[in-house]
Structure formats: structure tokens, C-alpha cells
């Protein structure tokens, strides 16, 4: 995560030569606010980047930017070198981007599968009427897309649940099943909101090796937004700091800990809060 490629934090792993994310100046205003000013970014196709920051400084903003939930004001997002201009949130999708959110939003009352089965909607591969008709092309596809989500639910060692409600699952549970869904969608990027807000430890280590799995297996790149530091710290190559819309830092996870700005914005302040 760099202002430009050839200023690469981790060059043997070649993550700069082909950015999946170019950031150039982005910017949105809320009437006369400057909500987001000149955010400069670039994220390599497997690299998992942090970007950090104080309550209120527009991280989650940056995100509804980044997947049109938000119309920027001003600049340009890239993605795989597209130019997403014009693009809305269900194109984006299609595209490859993907992301969980602070406050985490399945569907309660439909179970674990058909939650992750909700999310390979990219992949169907029957029209309309084969569905509506029940043709034999709507149940070979059907079974394709069980045998997926099972294979997805394994990742993170889900399938024993799959039958039962999303809703009936413990918290650590939800925000992983909220994870499997977004990678049902076959994403270049994964964007994860908070992914270990609500967990306890041994939760949040094993969702840093679930991660670094997922990165290493997908071959996707992942951003992520965490008040944890340990998991931060412990998981990211590179990291963004956000203060007041603007980002005031960038490097490794050793240059963030020791840049006095951010130690003075962040990092020595109540690092607990919500974005």
C-alpha cells in the first residue's frame, strides 16, 4: 500500500506491478464538508493492507466510496486498471469487489448454506425460466452451487452448521458466515469492516490465520478496516492511517508504530472506539 508503485513496501512479492486498487485523489463532500480529501492509494492483488484511524476520521466512508455506495465528489477509483466511473454497487460485485460491514447483515432466518449460497449468485449459470420451469439444467446447477458453498463453509470449518439459522449463530460465528458469503462472490478485492469486532483472542488469532488462508488459497487481495492493533499489526504488509479525511501516513506495520504523527492521532489515543 503506496502512494506509487515503485515505491513498493514488500518488493519480492511483486505486489505493486499490478495493482488490483488505484485510489487518485479521492474525495467527497457532505454539503460543505470535506468528508474525504486526496485519498491516494494502491493496494497489489495479494497484498492485505490496513487502513486505520481515529473515531470519525472516514474510514467506512472510504469504503462506501470505494464500493458506490457513495458517488465520489472528485477523483478516480480504479480497479484491475477499469475505471469504475459510472459503475454502482451490484457492478462492482460483478466486477470483483466484496465486503462485510461494521454491523453485521445476513439473513437471520435463512440458514448458514443458504446464506453463502445467496452470495454465489455471481455463478448461476440457468435464466429465469429454467429456475421458474424447474428444467434439469436448474438442479445440475443447484447441486454445483451446494457442492460450493460447502466448499467455502470448509475454509472456516462451518459445514457442521450449515443447516442451522444464521441468526441462531454465536456473534464469532455471524462475522465468519459474513466473510463466506463475501468470498461466495468470487471477489479480487475483499473489503472487511471491522472483521474482529466482538471477538474474544483466540477468535481474532484464528481469524488472522483464516486471513492469510484466504489471501494464499484465493489469491485475492484483502483491505481491512480494525481497531484491533495486535490483529493489525500482526496480519497486514501494509497500512494507510486515516485523520479527519486524509490519509497522514502509509508504510509497514514497523514505520506505522513509529511515526510520531500517528502515534499523537491514534496510536496514543483510545484505539478501542468504532469508526
Known sequence: MVPLP????VPERDL???????????????G????????????GKTEIAGLIGPNGAGKTTVFNLLTKV???????????????????T????????ARTFQNIRLFSSMTVEENVTIGLHNAVPY??????????????????LHERAMELLDV?????????????????????LEIVRALATGPKLLLLDEPAAGM???????????????RDDFQIAVLLIEHDMDLVMGICEGIAVLNYGKIIAKGTPAEIQGNPQVIEAYLGSDATKEA
Open 6 to 9: 515503485s515505491d513498493g513496501i
Open 16 to 30: 505493486y506491478s499490478t495493482p488490483v486498487l488505484e485510489c487518485r485523489h479521492l474525495g467527497i463532500d457532505f
Open 32 to 43: 460543505g464538508l470535506h468528508a474525504v480529501e486526496d485519498f491516494n492509494l494502491i493496494v
Open 70 to 88: 457513495y458517488q465520489p465528489t472528485r477523483g478516480t477509483i480504479l480497479l484491475d486498471g477499469k475505471d469504475t466511473s459510472g459503475m454502482n
Open 90 to 97: 451490484a457492478r462492482l460485485s460483478r466486477e470483483g469487489v
Open 127 to 144: 435464466g429465469m425460466w429454467s429456475g421458474i420451469l424447474r428444467l434439469p439444467k436448474y438442479w445440475v446447477s443447484e447441486h454445483k
Open 156 to 176: 472456516f470449518d462451518m459445514t457442521g452448521v450449515a443447516n442451522v439459522e444464521a441468526g441462531n449463530l454465536p456473534y464469532g460465528a455471524q462475522r465468519r
Open 200 to 214: 474474544n483472542p483466540s477468535e481474532t488469532a484464528e481469524l488472522m490465520e483464516n486471513i492469510r488462508k484466504i
